[in-house]
Protein backbone atom coordinates (compact mmCIF):
# COMPACT_ATOMS: atom_id res chain seq x y z
CA UNK A 1 0.00 0.00 0.00
CA UNK A 2 2.57 2.65 1.08
CA UNK A 3 4.47 1.56 -2.60
CA UNK A 4 1.22 2.48 -4.69
CA UNK A 5 0.97 5.44 -2.25
CA UNK A 6 4.08 6.87 -2.56
CA UNK A 7 4.25 6.13 -6.74
CA UNK A 8 0.78 8.12 -6.74
CA UNK A 9 2.04 10.91 -5.55
CA UNK A 10 5.06 10.94 -7.46
CA UNK A 11 3.25 10.79 -10.96
CA UNK A 12 0.77 13.51 -9.44
CA UNK A 13 3.99 15.53 -8.52
CA UNK A 14 4.77 15.03 -12.56
CA UNK A 15 2.19 16.06 -13.59
CA UNK A 16 1.20 19.03 -11.86
CA UNK A 17 5.03 20.36 -12.20
CA UNK A 18 4.52 19.42 -16.25
CA UNK A 19 1.06 21.71 -16.32
CA UNK A 20 2.75 24.40 -13.58
CA UNK A 21 6.02 24.65 -16.23
CA UNK A 22 3.21 25.58 -19.30
CA UNK A 23 2.33 22.24 -19.83
CA UNK A 24 2.93 22.53 -23.73
CA UNK A 25 3.71 19.27 -24.61
CA UNK A 26 7.31 20.33 -24.87
CA UNK A 27 9.85 18.88 -22.93
CA UNK A 28 13.44 19.71 -22.09
CA UNK A 29 15.92 17.71 -24.26
CA UNK A 30 18.17 15.67 -22.48
CA UNK A 31 21.32 16.40 -24.22
CA UNK A 32 22.91 18.93 -26.21
CA UNK A 33 22.28 17.93 -29.16
CA UNK A 34 18.67 16.25 -29.18
CA UNK A 35 15.94 18.25 -30.11
CA UNK A 36 12.91 18.97 -27.83
CA UNK A 37 9.90 16.62 -28.42
CA UNK A 38 6.74 18.33 -29.75
CA UNK A 39 3.23 16.60 -30.06
CA UNK A 40 4.10 14.88 -33.35
CA UNK A 41 7.18 13.04 -32.52
CA UNK A 42 10.24 12.76 -35.15
CA UNK A 43 10.22 9.20 -36.71
CA UNK A 44 12.68 6.90 -34.92
CA UNK A 45 15.34 5.54 -37.16
CA UNK A 46 16.71 2.35 -37.36
CA UNK A 47 20.12 0.56 -38.72
CA UNK A 48 18.27 -1.05 -41.72
CA UNK A 49 15.12 -0.07 -43.42
CA UNK A 50 12.24 -1.90 -43.69
CA UNK A 51 9.85 -0.59 -46.33
CA UNK A 52 10.68 1.04 -49.94
CA UNK A 53 10.61 4.92 -49.74
CA UNK A 54 7.24 6.58 -49.84
CA UNK A 55 8.37 9.54 -52.24
CA UNK A 56 9.53 8.25 -56.02
CA UNK A 57 12.50 9.95 -57.33
CA UNK A 58 12.63 12.56 -59.13
CA UNK A 59 14.40 11.76 -62.58
CA UNK A 60 16.90 14.07 -64.02
CA UNK A 61 15.40 15.29 -67.34
CA UNK A 62 19.10 16.47 -68.55
CA UNK A 63 19.57 12.55 -69.16
CA UNK A 64 16.80 12.33 -71.77
CA UNK A 65 18.47 11.09 -75.35
CA UNK A 66 15.54 12.16 -76.99
CA UNK A 67 16.29 16.09 -78.20
CA UNK A 68 12.65 16.95 -78.82
CA UNK A 69 12.00 16.52 -74.73
CA UNK A 70 14.65 17.70 -73.58
CA UNK A 71 15.02 21.11 -72.35
CA UNK A 72 12.69 24.04 -70.50
CA UNK A 73 9.80 21.54 -71.10
CA UNK A 74 10.85 18.64 -69.41
CA UNK A 75 12.33 20.75 -66.44
CA UNK A 76 9.10 22.51 -66.16
CA UNK A 77 6.88 19.30 -66.64
CA UNK A 78 9.33 17.58 -63.52
CA UNK A 79 8.56 20.70 -61.50
CA UNK A 80 4.94 21.01 -62.20
CA UNK A 81 4.71 16.73 -61.19
CA UNK A 82 5.74 17.52 -57.72
CA UNK A 83 4.06 20.54 -57.43
CA UNK A 84 0.48 19.07 -58.60
CA UNK A 85 1.24 15.73 -56.56
CA UNK A 86 1.46 13.54 -59.79
CA UNK A 87 4.67 11.73 -57.99
CA UNK A 88 2.71 10.99 -54.84
CA UNK A 89 0.85 8.02 -57.17
CA UNK A 90 3.28 8.12 -60.72
CA UNK A 91 6.61 6.68 -59.69
CA UNK A 92 9.42 7.38 -62.47
CA UNK A 93 11.38 4.41 -61.65
CA UNK A 94 9.09 1.31 -63.24
CA UNK A 95 7.91 1.11 -59.82
CA UNK A 96 3.96 0.32 -59.78
CA UNK A 97 2.30 2.63 -57.10
CA UNK A 98 -0.92 3.94 -57.04
CA UNK A 99 -1.01 5.10 -60.21
CA UNK A 100 1.11 3.78 -63.60
CA UNK A 101 4.85 4.54 -63.23
CA UNK A 102 6.19 7.20 -65.82
CA UNK A 103 8.77 5.32 -66.90
CA UNK A 104 9.37 4.36 -70.96
CA UNK A 105 5.44 5.33 -70.65
CA UNK A 106 5.26 7.67 -73.51
CA UNK A 107 5.00 5.77 -76.95
CA UNK A 108 4.54 2.09 -75.47
CA UNK A 109 0.89 0.26 -75.51
CA UNK A 110 -1.56 0.49 -72.44
CA UNK A 111 -4.00 -2.22 -71.70
CA UNK A 112 -7.20 -0.75 -70.55
CA UNK A 113 -10.17 -2.10 -67.73
CA UNK A 114 -12.66 -2.37 -70.73
CA UNK A 115 -9.89 -4.69 -72.94
CA UNK A 116 -8.93 -2.51 -75.60
CA UNK A 117 -5.52 -0.54 -75.43
CA UNK A 118 -3.89 2.75 -76.78
CA UNK A 119 -0.91 4.22 -77.79
CA UNK A 120 0.21 6.11 -75.55
CA UNK A 121 0.77 10.00 -77.15
CA UNK A 122 0.28 13.50 -76.23
CA UNK A 123 -3.50 13.40 -77.30
CA UNK A 124 -3.87 10.48 -74.77
CA UNK A 125 -1.74 12.08 -71.74
CA UNK A 126 -3.74 15.10 -72.34
CA UNK A 127 -7.27 13.44 -72.20
CA UNK A 128 -5.99 11.29 -69.01
CA UNK A 129 -5.20 14.39 -67.44
CA UNK A 130 -8.08 16.62 -68.30
CA UNK A 131 -10.38 13.16 -67.57
CA UNK A 132 -9.01 10.74 -65.86
CA UNK A 133 -11.41 8.62 -65.52
CA UNK A 134 -12.50 8.07 -69.23
CA UNK A 135 -9.59 5.15 -69.90
CA UNK A 136 -8.61 3.41 -67.04
CA UNK A 137 -4.86 1.23 -67.03
CA UNK A 138 -5.61 -1.96 -66.23
CA UNK A 139 -4.96 -3.27 -63.09
CA UNK A 140 -5.56 0.10 -61.73
CA UNK A 141 -8.55 1.85 -59.70
CA UNK A 142 -10.07 5.15 -61.11
CA UNK A 143 -8.58 7.76 -58.56
CA UNK A 144 -7.06 10.51 -59.89
CA UNK A 145 -8.34 13.40 -59.45
CA UNK A 146 -9.66 16.45 -61.97
CA UNK A 147 -6.38 18.97 -61.33
CA UNK A 148 -6.86 22.84 -62.56
CA UNK A 149 -4.04 22.73 -65.33
CA UNK A 150 -3.38 24.79 -68.49
CA UNK A 151 -2.51 24.00 -71.98
CA UNK A 152 1.19 25.09 -71.19
CA UNK A 153 1.13 22.88 -67.92
CA UNK A 154 0.18 19.70 -69.84
CA UNK A 155 2.63 20.11 -72.41
CA UNK A 156 5.77 20.27 -69.78
CA UNK A 157 4.19 17.05 -68.00
CA UNK A 158 4.38 15.13 -71.42
CA UNK A 159 7.92 16.52 -72.18
CA UNK A 160 8.65 15.48 -68.86
CA UNK A 161 7.07 11.83 -69.10
CA UNK A 162 8.24 11.68 -72.57
CA UNK A 163 12.03 12.03 -71.08
CA UNK A 164 11.48 9.24 -68.49
CA UNK A 165 12.75 6.48 -70.97
Do not use: R
Amino acid sequence: MNKIFILSSLLLVIVVSSLACGGDNTTVPTKATEPAATSAPAPIATSAPTEAPTEAPVADPAQSTDSSSSGTGAASGQELSVSKGCIACHSIDGTAIIGPTWKGLYGSQESLEDGSSVTVDDAYIKESILNPTIKITKGYQPLMPVLPVTDEEITALTDYIKSLK
